[in-house]
């Protein structure tokens, strides 16, 4: 069923998306390819590559059914899968960037993005500026002739300002530039870029497609313009996922809706309670009446995930740290979307025109399955600890 209609619920859709188990002798599943020859039944097929499958690092029945099953999500004219998010960032990146190039990236992007662009972007003779989250149309006026790409990331990593995505595309395509968002909040369950006029969409599927916190995996979908050169790109650089981290990102999709569901009430949830806490001077997360981007984010998107970010009234570091250290159940670790709970001390010092000014030091949550009462308790511990730091 690769070609689901929107029609159906977004639950049935994850759970027949991607194959046709009578496909494979009516196994519900899709088989686990482990591929790198593939043989030709004769020369001449050989020469003429004129068969479905070529090689392991072109496609194998496996990452088909994972990419049919992105793309009945996201709407796009094709997927690629690559082995995690970082790589889902910087293969579109390689893929539509020369030297001499400009890219207009939001200043509040997700720091290795960042990394890679200032450093192998810019060696590559790209040129590289950062814009602010709320430029909308007016990013109009940093668009250069050569200005390639404009990427952009809503909301945004670790502060969660909410871009007018639509607004920045329009004036992207208006000079001929292609844009690229990542969308890993979101998921296509919650915002389809493509729907708001992105042409590149990009998700980390180690967070809520794959939800256990034991894979790394990329995807990144495109609209039928821009398919061909991303594909052949990614032939070109070989950076394909193995097909067992393919298996479980599409295991991990089929319960993604219900996981979902779970996480953004608990987070909405823990979020309206937070707000009320002393010692807690802002509560960055964009469902909430509050947040000054709430309009944009009910406009724009269906739901929210599971993260959002705290600010600390007053102190610094040692009460972010205090903070940190009293947790019981939320774990200190990076990365996002799976069954537990995270906690994370947030570093602006990257960026050049997003910093702020905060009250106090910031730290990222990330809401998991557990109960919400629990979650409440731990992080009360950590409040009180960054009181009496």
């Known amino acids: 069923m ?9 639950n049935t859709r994850l759970a027949h998306s991607g194959n046709n188990p009578h496909d494979y002798f009516g196994f519900v599943n899709p088989p686990i390819v482990h591929a790198s020859t593939v043989l030709y039944p004769n020369a001449s097929a050989m020469a003429a590559r004129s068969q479905k499958y070529t090689y392991g690092t072109r496609g194998t029945p496996t990452t088909d059914a ?16 690559v ?27 997700y720091h290795p993005t960042r990394n890679f662009a200032d450093t192998m972007l810019k060696r590559l003779g790209v040129e590289v500026e950062y814009y602010a989250p709320h430029a909308g149309a007016s990013i109009a006026s940093l668009i250069k002739p050569n200005t390639k790409v404009v990427f952009t990331e809503s909301p945004a990593s670790n502060t969660f300002e909410v871009q007018d995505v639509p607004a920045i595309a329009k004036a992207a ?41 034991d894979v790394l995996l990329g995807t990144v979908s495109a609209n039928a313009n821009c398919w061909k050169q991303l594909c052949e790109t990614f032939y070109t650089m070989g950076c394909c996922a193995g097909p067992d981290d393919v ?7 089929r319960t993604m809706g219900v ?29 909430l009446p509050s947040h000054p981007d709430h309009a944009v984010w009910k406009r724009d998107f269906s739901g929210s995930s599971g993260i959002f ?13 205090a903070f940190l250290d009293a947790l019981k159940i939320f774990g200190l670790g990076y990365s996002w979307g799976g069954y537990e709970s995270l906690a994370v001390p947030v570093f602006l010092g990257d960026r050049t025109v997003a910093k702020g000014p905060y009250d106090g030091p910031l730290i990222r949550l990330q809401i998991g399955l557990e109960d919400v009462e629990d979650l409440k308790a731990d992080i009360l511990r950590g409040l009180e600890a960054a009181a009496a730091a």
Not at 73 to 79: C, K, M, N, R, V
Not at 309 to 321: D, E, P, Y
Request: negative net charge.
């Open 2 to 10: 690769a070609t689901d209609g929107n029609e159906m619920g977004r």
């Open 259 to 287: 996981r979902l569901d779970h996480h953004q009430k608990s987070a909405l949830a823990i979020a309206v309670w937070l707000e009320g806490q002393p010692g807690v001077a802002r509560v960055l997360h964009p469902a």
């Open 309 to 321: 970010s705290i600010v600390l009234k007053g102190g610094g570091q040692r009460q972010q740290h």
């Open 247 to 253: 298996y479980q990102v599409l295991r991990g999709l």
């Open 66 to 81: 994972l990419a049919h099953a992105i793309d009945a999500l996201e709407g796009s004219a094709g997927t690629i899968i």
């Open 83 to 109: 082995p995690s998010g970082l790589a889902a960032v910087t293969v579109p990146l390689l893929a539509f960037l020369s030297a001499g190039d400009h890219i207009l990236i939001v200043d509040s992007v």
């Open 173 to 213: 395509h208006e000079t001929g530039a292609i844009v690229m968002m990542d969308n890993t909040w979101a998921t296509p369950l919650y915002f389809r870029p493509l729907d708001h006029g992105v042409d590149i969409s990009i998700h980390a599927a180690t967070k809520y497609p794959a939800g256990h916190s």
